[in-house]
């Protein structure tokens, strides 16, 4: 299967610092990346499509000037968390399609992002 | 009202028992998936349906579309299958996935 990484795994921030989490498709081009978040106890949610070339796509509730997203080569897709705040805690993780408009999603291993 | 929802939320068996966790959706959609997410929190895709059903090793995935409804079943259970099982749909190739809110599987020995 296709191989999808993120960097930190884990971070710790204070309040009011912006963190930066990197999603790579290591083995393959991935033109569209999904973001997701996963609060404690509860189930994940897409955040945000991310499409290599062009602004993304933010669902309904999250705020873009919040989580910038840049997806600016067909393997690398970054979310920036700006002026965190411990209620944006969470488990992020981004998957990707091998290829345009497949169905299958290849995951990342998630970042677990902690804001004191 | 989610537009998937699974049951059960928990269960416990005991090792070697069947074990079978249902999914049902009430939107149209291009594929189902089931995942596995153990508690680092990295997610396994262990299936993705459109239509039938599936096998892998001790694992099956059936999807009816027409009653949108897929169970995952597990047979000759293992403490090592304990994790929590996500049902996810997928509307159209070019869409996130909306998931479940899970099933958390405790196999005891």
């Known amino acids: 299967g296709a191989v999808v990484s993120q960097h930190p795994s884990w971070v710790i921030c204070k309040s009011g610092t912006s963190v930066k989490i990197e999603c790579r498709s290591l083995?393959?081009?991935?033109?569209?990346m999904f973001w997701y978040r996963q609060f404690p106890k509860q189930s994940l949610m897409l955040m945000a499509t991310?499409?290599?070339?062009?602004?993304?796509?933010?669902e309904q509730g999250v705020e873009k000037d919040k989580f910038l997203i840049n997806h600016a080569s067909l393997t690398l897709s970054t979310l920036t968390v700006t002026s965190a705040h411990p209620e944006d805690s969470s488990f992020y993780i981004c998957s990707a399609p091998r290829l345009v408009g497949a169905n299958e999603q290849f995951f990342g291993p998630g970042t677990r992002l902690t804001v004191l | 009202k989610n537009e998937v929802e699974q049951s059960p939320q928990n269960l416990t068996a005991q090792e070697g028992e069947f074990i079978t966790i249902n999914c049902s959706y009430s939107?149209?959609?291009?594929?189902l998936h089931w995942l596995q997410q153990h508690p680092g929190g990295g997610i396994v895709s262990l299936f993705m349906l459109s239509s039938g059903k599936k096998k892998h090793g001790r694992l099956i995935a059936t999807i009816n579309i027409q009653e949108k409804h897929s169970s995952l079943h597990i047979t000759a259970s293992h403490p090592r299958d304990s994790a929590v099982y996500i049902c996810a749909v997928i509307r159209g190739g070019a869409d996130g996935l909306t998931f479940g809110k899970g099933t958390h599987l405790i196999i005891q020995p």
């Open positions: 083995d393959f081009q991935a033109t569209t």
């Open positions: 991310s499409n290599e070339g062009s602004k993304a796509t933010y």
């Open positions: 939107v149209g959609i291009s594929a």
